[in-house]
């Protein structure tokens, strides 16, 4: 099922950076590719929409294009840059869709344009168009992505699980997300969350519960002791075919 397999190597970037101010790069390590998108941590911030281009020695199983080539010069549109704390250090993480080897005219024309991603080329590069308003941001950037996740009732007052239930996911961020479950909890109730793709556990509190007819009623879960990773779904979207996940970033 996956259109182009996730790799975590020792490689390092050159990420160009241009838009409303004075352009800059900057050199940093690649957290995780594949053929369609890249993660890596910045020590200044971009926009999200906006097109950056990366220049590093990747292998050939991982390009569109350009193989055999010593350098691999692609560009990237931001889907998110999330604000870290490393080693006492601010940073940013940043994920990227890879567009193709040059941006699009409208770029060249407008250093500021913003895109959004609309499909996928049958080369595994994302398609894009121009976006008509400039992304706005939320304090937690909202991923509309059907992943698998369990909930789980507590017993009493306990951390004992009472009942459990696998169901997936309509939308999540770093502090919170909705699921499709029937589990009979109410507004207030702590229960347990578990997403094995990425390793996630933690206990959430239930915000909301809406019924739905015909249909699983939807809760929506504020994660109370950890922060869900978003930056590693990211590439993970990037790795899989988009048949089975459609995942979109909204403000």
């Keep these: 099922m996956r259109a182009s ?19 800059w790069k900057e050199i940093t390590p690649v957290t995780s590719i594949s053929r369609n998108g890249a993660g890596f941590t910045l020590t200044q911030p971009c926009v999200v929409g906006r097109l950056i281009q990366l220049t590093m020695p990747l292998d050939d199983s991982l390009r ?5 080539e010593k350098i691999y010069q692609v560009v990237g549109v931001v889907q998110f840059c999330n604000q870290a704390e490393v080693d006492g250090k601010q940073v940013y993480h940043v994920g990227v869709g890879f567009i193709g080897k040059t941006p699009p005219d409208s770029h060249i024309e407008n250093r500021s344009q913003g895109y959004r991603i609309i499909g996928m080329h ?25 992943i698998p996740m369990s909930v789980s009732r507590l017993k009493g007052k306990t951390e004992r699980t009472a009942q459990k239930e696998d169901c997936m996911t ?32 933690s206990v959430a509190v239930v915000r909301n519960r809406k019924e739905r007819k015909n249909q699983l ?18 590439i993970a979207q990037n790795s899989i075919g988009e048949e089975k996940y459609d995942m979109d970033l909204v403000s």
């Design 217 to 234: 009623p939807s809760l929506h879960l504020e994660f109370v002791d950890q922060r869900f990773p978003t930056e590693k779904m990211f």
């Design 122 to 146: 049958a080369n595994g590069l994302w398609r894009i168009i121009e976006s008509a308003t400039e992304f706005m941001p939320r304090r937690n950037s909202r991923f509309w992505i059907s």
């Design 170 to 201: 309509q939308n999540i961020s770093t502090a919170g997300v909705s699921v499709l479950c029937s589990l009979p909890v109410k507004v207030g109730e702590r229960v347990k969350v578990a997403c094995e793709d990425f390793r996630f556990y």
């Design 64 to 68: 569109a294009y350009d193989k055999g």
């Design 5 to 23: 397999a996730r790799h975590e190597i020792d490689l390092k970037a050159i990420v160009q950076v241009t838009g409303d101010d004075e352009p």
